[in-house]
């Protein structure tokens, strides 16, 4: 039988969103019921079964070494069919040399502008497009 994944609403609570703004990090959760936007998360979660819970113990005291590894091994060697067979840190090296650094940005980017988002989906939609017009 299939579990209903546990809602975590603490991502949606003041605090995490307000710190979020404070590190320059727009907070755009994914509508329910929304397949399509939440593809890649999905792919990533089966990646985890099939590759990852193999090779890590969950009762292990070194879990947090275990997932280090598993993330270095992840990023630096594991080639990746998205990527055309490449890994994520070659993906990122490329465009390292025409993005702008982050003390350019920096200064585009207004937390005050962000509102809290609320968690019913439809109700947020409603209270920006409010926020909006006024």
């Known amino acids: 039988m299939l579990q209903r994944p546990i ?4 991502y949606f609570a003041r605090e995490f969103q307000e710190a979020l703004a404070r590190n320059a990090i727009k907070f755009r959760p994914v509508r329910p019921r929304s ?45 990746h069919g998205a990527l055309g067979g490449k890994t994520p840190i070659d993906r990122c090296a490329k465009p390292s040399d025409i993005t702008p650094p982050h003390e350019y ?6 937390p ?11 109700a947020d939609t409603t209270a920006g497009k409010l926020k909006r017009t006024l």
């Open 7 to 10: 809602e975590l609403r603490e």
């Open 35 to 79: 397949p399509h936007l939440n593809g890649k998360v999905e792919r990533s979660q089966q990646t985890d079964l099939r590759e990852s819970r193999p090779t890590v113990d969950l009762r292990t005291r070194d879990l947090g070494m275990q997932l280090e590894y598993w993330q270095f091994h992840y990023n630096w060697h594991r080639p």
């Open 105 to 110: 940005l920096d200064h585009l980017y207004d």
């Open 112 to 122: 005050s502008q962000e509102q809290p988002r609320i968690r019913d989906s439809a």
